[in-house]
Each structure stands twice: as C-alpha cells, then as structure tokens.
C-alpha cells in the first residue's frame, strides 16, 4: 500500500510516500528553521507563512521523487495535530483537497504516533509488541506500554519542561543558538561529564514520570555561581554542558529501567523524537539495553527523529492495518488509542 504522508506540525514541510509502513519511496522535507533562529524559537506566524509558500512544492517534489502517478497512491495520510494550528492548517487543508480531488482516502494521524511509528521506517526486522517507546522531542517527554499499533497506554509523562525543551533552555543559558539541543550536544561531546554532580530530578519517586525544569534551574545557578558564562574558558563550558547533557541522559535513562522493572515481557525498548538523535543517550540506551538483553531500536537515519512526513505516512499505514476503513476518517475522536491532542 502505497501512502503519501503530510507533516506540517511546526516548522517543517514535510511529504513523503512510504509503502507498507516501512519502505521509503521518497522523503522531502523543507524547514524554515534558520528563518525562527533570530528569534530564539519557532515564531507561529513566520512558521505558518513558510508552510504556505513550501507545501505546493514539497508534495510535488515527494510525487516526483516516488516516481509514482496519483492513480498509484493509495491513502492520504496527515498530521491531524497537535501542533501549532495555523501550521497544521496548511497540511490538513492541502490533504483534505487532494483527498477530495483524487478520490483517495484521507488518514488523520496524532503527531506522537508518528513519531512511534518511526522505528518501522526502513526495517526489516519483524518488531515484537508489547514493548515500551521513549518519546522525547521539544513538545513532550511520554513513555508509552505498546501492545499494538492503536493499544498504547503511557506510562509516564513530564510533569514540566520536555526532555528537548531542558536542551534548548540549557543551551539559551550558554547563549548557543537555536535550536539549542544539537548545539549543546556538540559542546558537551568534548567535557566532561563528571564536573558537576546535578542532582537526579525525582528521586525515590517510584513513578515513570519525568522532571527536567530543577535540572535547567540548577545549571543557572551553576553559571551564575562561576561568575557567568562569559567568564568561563572554553572547557569549563565543555564540562559544565557534558554534565548537563549527562544529567538529563541519566533521568530518562532511571525512568525507562524503573517501567522496564514493572512490565513483563517486554522485548523491545524504542527511543524516538528529535532527542533520539543525541549521541550521549544513544550511547547510554545502548550499554544499558545490551546489558538487560532488550533489543533496542532508534530510527535509522537522523531526519527520521526529527519531525517528518515518513513517519506519519507509516503510522497511516499502520492505522489502517489495525482498524480498516475506520482509520481513513481523518478528524474522527473515536480513537482506540490513548493519543489524543
Ligand atoms: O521531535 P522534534 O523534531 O520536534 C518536536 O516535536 O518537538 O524535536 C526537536 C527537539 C528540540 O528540542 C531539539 O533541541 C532536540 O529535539 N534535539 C536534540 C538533538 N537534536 C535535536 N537534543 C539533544 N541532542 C540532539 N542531538
Ligand atoms: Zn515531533
């Protein structure tokens, strides 16, 4: 089943056609990324504007590249939310008018289930359910109990800041630019870790629920303390960020080992969203899940942990497979799933 996936939650344009869930036929993504930089931060309107004037092309583009006809699609699938919602206006009412004029069936899809989905892309692996997913991006920090596609049930979730968002604050604190995580990752890789000792957020909380804003509070106080940034060399930098890095690497690390001492029978551990791509964590997951005989997947290529159309195009398939004709009503609040926006 060939499906033509829509993602245009935030700051990307994103279309992708993808078959059987898996594999990618073609992956166009357009981010006006660069554009928010001089602010800090996504500024909805410049987002929504940018969505506007890239849509057009970037679907053309995920035709062309596919190498496929309209005849040959065989679903819509869409970004239904959340998101910022003049974003998401963009690619629901793109989707909404292709759907209608080729006569195809249109698949809303939870943004987070995309991002769940995105495993699956280019694997040929069969993957085991149940298992858990770790869920980090800049909007959300969830560990979610997978037992299907539409039987997920979150165990955990952030009772403040996002995993990403703790990266982007900690990263606006050492004045690095947006977006922050990639940047504070690339001045961590080369401190160390062991500098500063932050506390773990939550401890003795037998919860999976995360905490990140004591983290963020504790590396402004760690500046201020060592008279500023701007006073610091460069290795002071290096080392204060390792640690930063590492703290926060470590509580999502105790959260997944305390869900994975609760669930039985859990095979697979998942890490996805835009944080997955950070290489301390990836590290960390990979001697922790080896240790534990836990078989752990990240999505294969970078662009597939940050937002993309593949994923939702993937989690559309999916859908479909699971609940038949039922997953081609795009906005339907009948969900099986516990993902509501
Ligand atoms: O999933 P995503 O692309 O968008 C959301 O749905 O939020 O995630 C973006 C987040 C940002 O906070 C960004 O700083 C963070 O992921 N991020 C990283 C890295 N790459 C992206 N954080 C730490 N290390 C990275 N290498
Ligand atoms: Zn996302």
């Not at 057009?56 to 496929?68: G, W």
């Not at 006569?103 to 991002?115: N, S």
């Not at 609760?262 to 001697?287: C, F, W």
């Amino acid at each position: 089943m060939n499906i033509l996936g829509i993602e245009t939650s935030c700051d990307e344009t994103s279309a992708a056609v993808v078959v059987d869930g898996r594999a990618i036929l073609s992956h166009v993504i357009s981010s006006s990324i660069q554009d928010q930089a001089a602010f800090g931060g996504v500024v909805p309107e410049i987002a929504a504007r940018r969505q506007l004037e890239c849509i057009v092309p970037v679907i053309r583009q995920s035709l062309n590249e596919a190498d496929l006809a309209w005849e040959k699609i065989d679903a819509i699938a869409v970004t239904r939310g959340p998101g910022l919602l003049t974003s998401l206006l963009v690619g629901t009412t793109a989707s909404r008018i292709l759907a209608s004029v080729f006569q195809k069936p249109l698949i809303g899809v939870h943004h987070t289930l995309g991002h769940l989905s995105s495993p699956w892309l280019e694997c040929s692996d069969a993957i085991r359910f149940p298992l858990l997913t770790l869920s980090v991006s800049g909007g959300h920090t969830d560990l979610w109990l997978r037992e299907s596609h539409t039987r997920n049930t979150l165990l955990g979730r952030t009772l403040d800041d996002a995993a990403g968002e703790a990266f982007d604050k900690g990263a606006t604190l050492f004045h690095l630019p947006y977006p922050g995580g990639p940047a504070l990752s690339k001045m961590a890789a080369g401190g160390n870790p062991s500098c500063i000792s932050f506390t773990q957020p939550l401890q003795g909380v037998k919860t999976c629920d995360f905490s990140f804003s004591g983290l963020k509070t504790a590396l402004k106080y760690a500046l201020r303390d060592r008279g500023g940034v701007q006073v610091l060399s460069s290795a002071e930098r290096c080392d204060i960020a390792a640690s930063f890095e590492d703290a926060i690497c470590k509580h999502l690390l105790s959260r997944l080992k305390c869900a994975l001492e609760n669930q039985r029978d859990i095979h697979e551990v998942h890490v996805v969203g835009g944080v997955s791509a950070n290489s301390r964590l990836r590290t960390m997951l990979e001697s922790t899940m080896r240790s534990q005989e836990i078989t752990l997947r990240l999505p294969k290529e970078m662009s597939y942990c940050t937002d993309n159309a593949a994923m939702i195009a993937a989690a559309g398939y999916f859908l479909h497979l699971e609940r038949g004709p039922d997953a081609a009503h795009p906005f339907e609040t009948r969900a099986s799933i516990s993902l509501e926006g």
